[in-house]
């Protein structure tokens, strides 16, 4: 199989390659055209996974279709941006029909879940990777930034946080446990929900915002330095997760919830007057703290302790 008939097999023939709103040209020409609707801004997001740093290279490759595109779509979500259309520069190490059948059926599906149209990439030879490129289109000026949030703000995420660094224990093989503490874990870990439309509900509502990619504490840094703010997180404020405690325990769910990466759930401060709304709204929305003047970001215990960790989230290049 050459590398036209991969790409027309696989990606071109696609569901989520047919034609759809906004893109006036998709894959097979040397560029595709995106029209965004009148008044709005482009948001354009790109991340790489690659076999062996940001996945197992030999997993479920439905799974990881589906999770690569999640993982890009997340970053949409945390900027309020509508999803539009999306690349997938794929290097292989071989055209393996089985395995690319079930990556395009997993990535199709997140596709057509996220309403996002595949209109290019690129194809080449190589150890494992991908790079998807998403595009979306926002209100110009109204995108959600890391800068915003203001002193008396609540800090808030759009669900639970830990589960999918609770899950990678389990994916790496270094913890086990019964399918009722797995399979909640893994779903989180292998099919993130991008909160897409939660996004879109926070412009004019939230005063900065982004996805949870990092870990929380980590995330929540990038907020108080972009907004010169300091966040608060109150410990006994974060969501419980009962399969994440049933596997880690109290102690180590806590560090997951603060530390761990991939929950792609929106991390963002919102006056208080805008809470009940978006509550109704939104059952899985928590409080779990608030934005105070200063800088950094700091953990309490249920009596004002401060028990902030000293690593928090994940770092590439750094020791
Ligand atoms: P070029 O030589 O202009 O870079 P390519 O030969 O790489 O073009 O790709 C041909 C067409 O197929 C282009 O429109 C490109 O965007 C698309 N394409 C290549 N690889 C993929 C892929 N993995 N998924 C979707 N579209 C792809
Ligand atoms: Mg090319």
Known sequence: M?????????????????????????IGDDCALLTPAAGQQLAVSTDTLVAGVHFPALCDPFLLGQRALAV???????????PLAFTLALTLPEADPDWLEAFARGLNRMAEDCKLALVGGDTTRGPLSMTLTVFGQVPAGQALTRAGARVGDL????????EAGGALELVLGRLAAEPEVAEPLLARYWSPQPQLAL?????????????????????????????????????ERLPVSEPLEALLGAERALQAKLGAGDDYVIAFTLPPSELPALQAQWPALAVIGRVEAGSGVRVLDRSGHDITPRQGGYLHFTE
């Open 2 to 26: 050459g590398e036209f008939e991969l790409i027309r097999r696989y990606f071109a023939a696609a569901a989520c390659a047919a034609a759809s709103e906004g893109v006036a040209l998709g």
């Open 72 to 82: 890009s779509a997340s970053d949409l979500a945390g900027m309020g941006a509508a």
């Open 155 to 162: 800090l808030c995420v759009g669900g639970p946080v830990g």
């Open 199 to 235: 996004g879109q509900a926070l412009r004019g509502r939230a005063t900065a915002a982004l996805d949870v990619s990092d870990g929380l504490l980590a995330d929540c840094g990038h907020i108080a330095r972009a907004s010169g703010v300091a966040l608060v997180i109150e410990a």
